[in-house]
């Protein structure tokens, strides 16, 4: 062997084992002669490449010994495949618009529950921030930022998900019992009777009197009748589930309709104004000139034509100023006639001759285009 000779490993996809080739330096030899040596002669050559160490070698015009291959490397003969595209296993039969309709709608991404969950009890349900004292609650259980709360009504820009709240009157100050030292278990409040966290893991209720939450639990460990905070008695009525399933959503809806309904009708039955219909209960009798129909309802009010006593008084008084004032011009005579009320230094027939109703039948005489004109009156 020379010397200068140098050794280089080499593995073929026919033989797993390794096979020792010397190149001689000073007859230098390429990857590309290796190859036409090494394949049948009847094969492609494009259709094998090289790898030395794990290394792709794309060249075929590589000196074998040179500093890309230096002696002792490992050459490694591997068969090229032939894929449809080079993208991984397509065939080219499927079209365009498969691709197209693929990624035409984008697929919602999946929400983990406990994630959504956890944010209805820690977050406003209007602004979604950190919830922070001081907070309110609306008529359905979800609880708010009432500065978020403020801001959104006074620019009015509440989404139709909250067009139930028509402004503070709706909503209850509720008051949270804070966790000492921070945040436990993904939340920052606390019931304080039985300190379970305010995360969703337990259900909770609030006063509507009183304002306090707390939890399920309190409620059936100690029965009272009174707030166990303030000591405030409260009915069943006004305990409010938060944050709670849809059927106890949907129950605590028909109430809030319930109570408008009935708020509605009690302010109608208060509110008097003259001339609109009032609607009152009446236990028995008329009064004010009111006329009772078969309901037991009395109705009132220039619009039914019905005229109350103070309507009969205004009328009288009216009529007694105009009677005065027609005895005062002298004239007792239904017809009006200017002569009795001309002014003074003035002539009585020619200031009367200016009204036709001073004029006499006999004055007038009729054209022969139209009988129901006469002259002087046109």
């Not at 305010?198 to 306090?212: D, E, I, Q, V």
């Not at 109608?268 to 037991?296: F, I, L, P, T, Y």
């Not at 109350?308 to 009216?318: L, S, Y």
């Not at 027609?326 to 027939?349: D, L, Q």
């Amino acid at each position: 062997m020379h010397p200068q000779s140098r050794q280089v490993l080499l593995r073929t996809p026919n033989s797993r084992r390794l096979q020792t080739l010397t190149i001689d330096p000073s007859q230098p030899q390429t990857l590309r002669s290796l190859k036409l040596s090494l394949i049948p002669d009847h094969g492609n050559p494009d259709a094998f490449y090289f790898t030395a160490n794990g290394k792709l070698l794309s060249d075929d015009s590589i000196p074998i010994g040179g500093p890309q291959v230096p002696a002792l490397s490992t050459l490694t003969l591997r068969h090229r495949l032939r894929g449809g595209g080079g993208d991984g296993g397509a065939t080219g039969a499927e079209s365009r618009d498969c691709y197209l309709k693929m990624y035409a709608e984008k697929k919602p991404d999946k929400v983990d529950p406990n994630e959504q969950r956890l944010s209805k009890w820690v977050n406003c349900a209007l602004s979604y921030e950190t919830l922070r004292q001081p907070c309110v609650m609306d008529r359905l259980g979800n609880v708010f930022n009432k500065e978020s709360l403020v801001e959104a009504l006074i620019g009015k820009k509440l989404p139709k998900a909250f067009s139930h709240i028509r402004g503070l009157k709706d909503m209850i100050d509720i008051k949270l019992e804070p966790i000492p030292g921070g945040e436990s278990n993904n939340a920052w409040f606390q019931c304080p009777i039985t300190g379970l966290e305010f995360n969703g893991t337990y259900k909770f209720f609030a006063l509507r009197k009183c304002g306090h939450v707390l939890s399920a639990k309190a409620f059936n460990e100690v029965k009272s009748k009174a707030c166990l905070v303030c000591y405030r008695e409260f009915e069943e009525c006004d305990k409010i589930v938060i944050n709670g399933s849809e059927e106890e959503v949907e129950a605590l809806r028909e109430k809030m309709e319930e109570e408008r309904a009935r708020v509605s009708k009690d302010k109608k039955q208060k509110k008097v104004r003259n001339g609109d219909v009032v609607v009152a209960a009446a236990e028995g009798g008329v009064s004010n000139g009111g006329e009772m129909e078969e309901s037991g309802k009395r109705l009132s009010g220039k619009k039914h034509g019905i005229v109350d006593g103070k309507d009969i008084e205004k009328v009288n008084v009216k009529s007694e100023k105009l009677n005065g004032k027609i005895e005062s011009a002298g004239t007792n005579n239904k017809r009006f006639k200017a002569a009795a009320v001309a002014p003074a230094h003035a002539t009585k027939e020619v200031y009367a001759s200016i009204f036709t109703s001073s004029k006499k039948k006999s004055d007038f005489r009729e054209t022969y285009s139209c009988r129901s004109l006469p002259l002087g009156r046109n």
